[in-house]
């Protein structure tokens, strides 16, 4: 994609493939006009981003970053899992309801 993206510019540093075969450092991100990562790259640092304490780097916003501005288009070439399924019980929903709730009530079940 890279390649196609320079030929088409004319200019060989227009577009910047990052991906395990083409590392380079979170620095440099912001370079190159036109970032190629993979949809995983982008997933993974929107992760990292929702747990912002590991994301020491700022992956997200290194993507996000050209010339010292945010980017004005971002495009996924592909559709990203953002939905995953996740079990819960009452044990862990506990400490994110004030105490005194029973969860026995068919209303408080309704509403989660």
């Known amino acids: ?3 196609t ?5 004319g200019d060989d540093d227009v577009a910047k493939p990052h991906h395990s075969d083409n590392r380079f450092d979170l620095k440099s991100f912001g370079e190159p006009p036109v970032l190629i990562i993979t949809h995983k790259a982008y997933e993974l640092a929107l992760d990292r981003a929702a747990q912002r304490d590991a994301d020491e780097g ?14 004005k288009l971002v495009v996924i070439d592909e559709a ?22 029973d969860f026995r009530c068919s209303e408080m ?3 989660l």
């Open 80 to 101: 990203l899992d953002v939905v995953q399924g996740v079990r819960v019980d009452l044990t862990s929903l506990n400490p994110y309801f004030p105490s005194g709730v």
């Open 1 to 3: 994609m890279a390649e």
């Open 58 to 71: 700022g992956v997200i916003d290194a993507f996000m970053m050209y010339g010292g501005d945010r980017r």
């Open 5 to 9: 993206i320079n030929k088409l510019s």
């Open 109 to 111: 079940w309704f509403l």
